[in-house]
């Protein structure tokens, strides 16, 4: 089951930053934050994912709260492109074996970037 | 190059026949998936193959039955085909390590259409 709320829909104006907030209260220790992206018609796309640092690679920056219960994903300069549904998920970052390999999607952001 | 590729694309069968989809991935990962989409756009486990051994298998009907030859290839194989059925399906792969386990990497799906 998804440990993580997120808004169910979000707008951003062409050019803009789009701001993508997750809450992942229940957080344990062991799991990192992660970031994909599923594009109409194609598979999940990986973003970005973070333990507690911040975070910044070609695609976006993630923001993690000092108590990691809350994160924020950042477009810098969102384009029409970009408007997907994303996903927030907390997953460990051990190999425990079988379940903790699992990633589980909950109902994402759909991000609508307009012209 | 495609990193995770899946075939067919497209699969429209009747109720009762068994079919087949394909998944080879050429990242060198060592663990592959099986992701079901339905209607509702909800993304869902089903099975999970490390260097060849079954680790995760949800509660999917016996009906289906992943199929990993190498750890390159996991294939699905669906009896007795059912309306139900009817879902996009996504093949990922990750390389999981003692102490590491990877983003995973999705292919684009095959749409299956049951009739």
């Known amino acids: 089951d998804a440990k993580t709320t997120q808004p169910p829909s979000m707008d951003c104006a062409e050019g803009r930053a789009a701001n993508l907030p997750c809450n992942h209260s229940t957080i344990s220790g062991n799991e990192y934050v992660y970031w994909y992206r599923q594009i109409h018609s194609q598979g999940p796309q990986y973003i970005i994912h973070?333990?507690?640092n911040n975070e910044t690679n070609e695609m976006a920056s993630l923001i993690i709260t000092e108590d990691r219960k809350s994160s924020t994903l950042i477009l810098p300069h969102a384009t029409l492109r970009d408007t997907a549904v994303y996903y927030c998920i907390v997953r460990a970052y051990m190999n425990y074996g079988g379940a903790t390999n699992k990633l589980i999607f909950g109902t994402g952001t759909l991000l609508a970037v307009q012209p | 190059d495609t990193a995770v590729s899946q075939t067919p694309k497209y699969l429209v069968t009747q109720m009762g026949n068994d079919k087949s989809i394909k998944c080879e991935q050429n990242l060198g990962h060592d663990t592959m998936y099986w992701y079901k989409q339905d209607s509702k756009k909800f993304l869902k486990i089903m099975f999970s193959?490390?260097?060849?051994?079954?680790?995760i298998n949800e509660t999917v009907p016996n009906r289906f039955s992943p199929k990993s030859p190498d750890k390159a290839h996991l294939n699905l194989h669906i009896n007795s085909l059912e309306l139900g059925d009817s879902a996009v399906y996504f093949c990922a792969s990750s390389l999981v390590g003692s102490s590491y386990n990877s983003p995973l990497h999705f292919g684009n799906g095959t749409r299956l259409t049951v009739t």
């Open positions: 193959y490390n260097n060849k051994e079954l680790i």
């Open positions: 973070g333990l507690k």
